[in-house]
Nanobody, 115 residues
């Protein structure tokens, strides 16, 4: 059974950076498109960025130019580099395959952008 474990969240000041990681438990990772999602308090979960098995990327308008998604298939890991963070980026960040499957939602990692 595939498990996805997010890490790297924390508290950062506006304008700062964080790097998130998503580690998959099994070696089938390379066949899946992956996505990073986030859910802010009181809001629905939203798609932030996706990366195909061939490493083509797409971004939500709200993060384009600030966030970078990448993957390392040899390590079964996806990444989200977040720069120029804003208070509105505060949310729990999750990774999943894309389109997401309910059985793969993990605990997420909290990102808080505040001065």
């Amino acid at each position: 059974q595939v498990q996805l474990v997010e890490s790297g969240g924390g508290l950062v000041q506006p304008g700062g950076s964080l790097s998130l990681s998503c580690a998959a438990s099994v070696g089938i990772f390379s066949r899946y498109a992956m996505g990073w999602y986030r859910q802010a308090p009181g809001k629905q979960r939203e798609l932030v960025a996706t990366i195909s098995s061939g490493s083509s990327t797409n971004y939500a308008d709200s993060v384009r130019g600030r966030f970078t998604i990448s993957r390392d298939n040899a390590k079964n890991t996806a990444y989200l580099q977040m720069n120029s963070l804003k208070p509105e980026d505060t949310a729990v960040y999750y990774c999943n395959v894309h389109p997401p499957l309910s059985r793969y939602w993990g605990q997420g990692t909290q990102v808080t952008v505040s001065s």
